[in-house]
């Protein structure tokens, strides 16, 4: 049975990365590859990719094999060490949370065209509030059409979104900015 007698030579504080770590930041790369894979090129545009990932990921965009891809994946992946990531996630970070807050805002004016047209005038005024310079004129003839369309179709049980609570969202979306 051998001994550790020379327990001096073992060292907690060795500087070299774990198998371990170097698998999970490959697997960290490999997503971040993925992320990129599936953005549009007008999207990528906006990212300052050196040319060799440039064209890795353009080559992944061509790829239709399963395993070609999952391959390719990971010589994306393998790409990306020599690249400064940080640069990519902050980036994507961005990307993505342009899109929450773009939906959030789209549900938000849905829930407040919903409310115009099932409420009472006092959701007119709180959009006239919210939107200062919003034609409240139009706003009003918007949201009466929108309740009368929605009691037809109530009756007829045709279409439950009507042309008219279309419209209403569109003028909502206008006047918000969005």
Do not use: C, W
């Not at 049975?1 to 371990?20: G, L, N, Q, T």
Request: without cysteine; glycine residues 6%.
């Amino acid at each position: 049975m051998a001994k550790f007698d020379d327990i001096e030579s073992f060292d907690e504080d060795d500087p070299s990365p774990s198998k371990s770590s170097i698998k999970r930041e490959a697997e960290r790369l490999k997503k971040i590859g993925e992320k990129l894979l599936e953005m549009s090129d007008a999207q990528l545009e906006s990212f300052k990719l050196d040319d060799k990932l440039a064209q890795a990921i353009a080559e992944g965009k061509r790829i239709k094999s399963r395993e070609g891809l999952r391959r390719h994946k990971q010589y994306i992946g393998k790409v990306m060490r020599d690249v400064d990531t940080e640069a990519l996630e902050t980036r994507l970070q961005e990307i993505e949370n342009a899109h929450t807050l773009n939906t959030r805002a789209f549900h938000e004016l849905e829930t407040l065209r919903d409310e115009l047209i099932n409420g009472d005038n006092s959701t007119v005024g709180t959009v006239i509030e919210r939107f200062p310079g919003v034609d409240t004129q139009k706003l009003r003839q918007l949201v009466r059409n929108a309740k009368k369309e929605q009691q037809a179709n109530a009756r007829s049980q045709d279409k439950p979104e009507s042309a008219h609570a279309r419209k209403l969202f569109r003028f909502l979306r206008e006047a918000g900015g969005n």
